[in-house]
């Protein structure tokens, strides 16, 4: 049983789209984030070094014997010494020269980085061509099954003339035969192409995220964007 043919795609497909939404979904994508997340947290980490810093202190004594005179003066009220006592004190400090270590600090949370993410491109770039080998396949496949399929119709053409002739007497039965063998074999070639693309689709599908018709349009790229 074959596989029907159809030219009415439902769905268009893109490389450009294919390649973005494996690299969004790929967990070497999501560890970048990571990367450029804590490298960022730690220069604005580094930037407040340079600020004035401000340090809030209290001290609290409990004098278990409060000291007493023992002096009395007429007119003059000597106040008592209290127990609890409390000191706060604010220290604010600004650092004048630090030898160049913020600066140099940040240069190398830059640097690390930018290693870490040169790391991650090429892992990206092997899902690049993984998807670019799934999307070219089933692009070959596509336009291999519209070709097959325009050559059956064709055949199918030339078949009901045989056919015709055959009725009349104007050529043998054994000609139209041929003729349907050679249908046949391509009606077989057509359903050995549906089958492999829809083994691309399938994977391919895996790999985005999200289904794809079986009917899908894949789209040839642009050369002038991928250069």
Request: proline letters at 3%.
């Amino acid at each position: 049983m074959l596989l029907p043919i159809s030219w009415a795609y439902s769905q268009t497909l893109e490389l450009d789209y294919c390649q973005e939404r494996a690299r969004s979904l790929s967990p070497i994508k999501k560890q970048e984030l990571l990367y450029e997340t804590q490298a960022n947290l730690n220069i604005k980490n580094l930037n407040t070094l340079n600020l004035p810093q401000s340090r809030l202190n209290g001290t609290y004594n409990y004098l278990s014997d409060v000291l007493d005179i023992g002096i009395d003066i007429a007119g003059l009220d000597i106040a008592e010494i209290p127990q609890n006592q409390y000191t706060l004190t604010l220290d604010i400090s600004q650092k004048i020269y630090d030898g160049g270590y913020v600066k140099n600090a940040k240069k190398m949370q830059e640097a690390q980085l930018a290693a870490n993410v040169k790391g991650m491109e090429v892992d990206l770039f092997e899902i690049k061509g993984m998807i670019n080998t799934l999307y070219f396949n089933a692009l070959v496949y596509q336009e291999n099954e519209k070709l097959l399929g325009t050559v059956v119709d064709e055949l199918n053409k030339q078949l009901k003339k045989i056919n015709s002739q055959v009725e009349n007497g104007a050529m043998l039965k054994s000609n139209a035969n041929i003729l349907n063998q050679q249908i046949l074999k391509i009606q077989q070639q057509i359903l050995e192409v549906q089958l492999g693309r829809k083994a691309m689709i399938d994977m391919l599908s895996d790999w985005i995220g999200e289904p794809i018709s079986p009917d899908a349009e894949f789209t040839l790229p642009l050369i002038a964007d991928h250069n």
